[in-house]
């Protein structure tokens, strides 16, 4: 049996701020179990809804030697749907109301995760064969394995992967408080390591120590590599790049599937969605006290509200987006300037937006479920999740051509009537409005076509099937199986 650990900040169904705990929720469920005995491990945190916790149960706990002293590590487990769960406990470190909290603690306890990742495995009596670390909050595993732990014959042999969920955030703090965490010696803060413009990054350490790395679209996987969307990075990418894979994320399909959501009004699929996907629309129509009518394109946003996502383009043509015929729902919680932004636009013209400035499962499904359109018009997107989710739903993803969203959604070509969505390719207001009002034209007087567009994108897969065989392919490769 081949064994994997996977190390996440975040899981569904446990905690969740984005697509991170999405992909460490689905994936570890779709290896063949037969070769892969794949687990999880994650942090305890006291915001894991407590139906969960009190499934957990204690296996052990230990002092740890971490920034000054020796500390408390708990560690609980959790088998469900054929996964096996690990959870770090530290009621110091995650007791905070969210998984992140100010930088300089977030950066603390994640460095104190990635030791005590490592530090729980002979305890826990897991010995896996790779650990398959996620974003910066786990970079410094890599660096702690090949660096003290693999002194140790337990650990001797072990190989670590690294997936780029997103690059814009890689865990930089100033190298005398991360010497200070750690313990790392000087020789590990040099720039060929984990020194990074004067300062320490945990992401930095975990490229260079891993065995191989991994990002979630191939389209992100060349983007990281030139200097708009490398941040800073780019170059020792680029000198990773014989050991640099771009592997596409898929979707819980069990979660995100519309004939069989109890989360939504109406059930349909893609034999009856013209006549089953309308109640939908209504139902969130009234419920967000929008103007009923099924004519209007109902244009729907479920996202962090950052500058990620390309709010200032949306900002800058909004008012003039709804002179059109058109309706907007947003889910989203994230800048200020932008929930402002939404509410405002909400308060002022409450039959065509409606403004949900929190953060709802129920809520998002019945966004996918009830508009016409989905709207992500990313400056960067390594993967994206909310266009799949949305293409499975049959709403119609108006994107930018960026990353995930690239690979993922094919544009409507009128004279060959293909195609699963609408997008556009420079990150220019104008351009994404123009794109919007093209959409709303097919919407409107083309509804044949329009339908088709919905009908394509149902039928696309967007499972985890494939990318799981290149995840253990990758594997296989890593370890020389
Ligand atoms: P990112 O990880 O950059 O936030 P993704 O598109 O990969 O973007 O994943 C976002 C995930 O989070 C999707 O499952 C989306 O439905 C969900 N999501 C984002 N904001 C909210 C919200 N306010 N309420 C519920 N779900 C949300
Ligand atoms: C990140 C990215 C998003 C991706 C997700 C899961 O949060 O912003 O594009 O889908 O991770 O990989």
């Not at 204690?58 to 088998?79: H, S, T």
């Not at 929930?339 to 929190?358: H, K, L, N, Q, S």
Request: charged fraction near 25%; proline fraction near 4%.
């Amino acid at each position: 049996m081949k064994k994997i650990l996977l190390a996440a900040s975040e899981c569904v169904p446990f905690i969740k701020t984005g697509g991170l705990a999405d992909v460490a929720g689905a994936l570890p469920k779709y290896f063949d179990k037969e070769n892969y005995d794949v687990r999880v491990i994650l942090p305890r945190y006291m915001c894991i809804p407590e139906k969960y916790r009190n499934q957990m149960y204690w296996i052990a706990n230990f002092y740890m030697y971490f920034n000054g002293r020796d500390r408390f590590v708990g560690v609980f487990k959790l088998e469900m749907n054929g996964v096996t769960y690990y959870f770090v406990d530290n009621e110091e470190y995650y007791s905070g109301s969210s998984p992140y909290t100010d930088a300089r603690y977030d950066i603390e306890k994640f460095c104190f995760f990635c030791k005590a990742a490592l530090a729980v495995l002979p305890t826990i009596g897991f010995q896996p064969d790779i650990i398959h670390c996620n974003d910066w909050h786990t970079g410094l595993i890599p660096v702690y394995l090949k660096t003290e732990f693999c002194r140790d014959l337990y650990y001797a042999g072990m190989k670590c992967v690294i997936t780029i969920h997103n690059l814009k955030f890689q865990g930089v703090w100033n190298i005398p408080d991360m010497k200070q965490f750690t313990g790392f010696p000087d020789d590990l803060f040099t720039s060929d390591k984990l020194e990074f413009f004067g300062q320490g990054n945990m992401f930095k350490g975990g490229i260079v120590y891993s065995d191989a790395v991994t990002t979630v679209s191939d389209t992100y996987s060349h983007e990281v590599m030139t200097p708009f969307y490398g941040e800073r990075l780019d170059p020792l990418l680029a000198a990773r790049s014989n050991a640099f894979y771009g592997i596409v994320n898929g979707i819980d399909t069990e979660i995100f599937d519309p004939a069989n959501d109890p989360l939504i009004w109406k059930s349909y699929d893609v034999s009856n969605f013209r006549t089953n996907k309308k109640h939908n629309k209504q139902e969130l129509q009234k419920q967000f006290g929008l103007a009923v009518d099924p004519h209007k394109m109902l244009v729907g946003i479920v996202s962090r509200l950052t500058d990620q996502k390309g709010f200032d383009l949306v900002a800058r043509v909004f008012e003039e987006m709804l002179y059109e015929d058109m309706q907007f729902v947003i889910l989203g919680t994230g800048d200020r300037k932008y929930e402002d932004m939404f509410r405002y636009f909400a308060g002022r013209y409450p039959d065509r937006v409606a403004a949900c400035i929190t953060y709802s499962e129920e809520v998002s499904h019945r966004i996918y479920a009830g508009t016409d359109a989905f709207l992500m018009p990313s400056l960067f997107e390594p993967c994206g999740l909310s266009q799949l989710i949305a293409l499975r739903y049959g709403s119609v993803p108006i994107v930018r051509e960026t990353g995930g969203l690239k690979d993922t959604v094919q544009a409507y070509n009128e004279v060959e009537n293909t195609g699963t969505g609408f997008s556009f390719a420079n990150y220019n207001a104008h351009e994404m409005m123009a794109t919007i009002r093209y959409a709303e034209h097919i919407f409107r007087d083309d509804k044949r076509r329009f339908n088709q567009i919905v009908e394509r994108g149902m039928q696309q897969d967007f499972s985890w099937h494939a990318s799981a065989r290149k995840y253990e392919a990758l594997y296989d490769k890593v370890c020389g199986w």
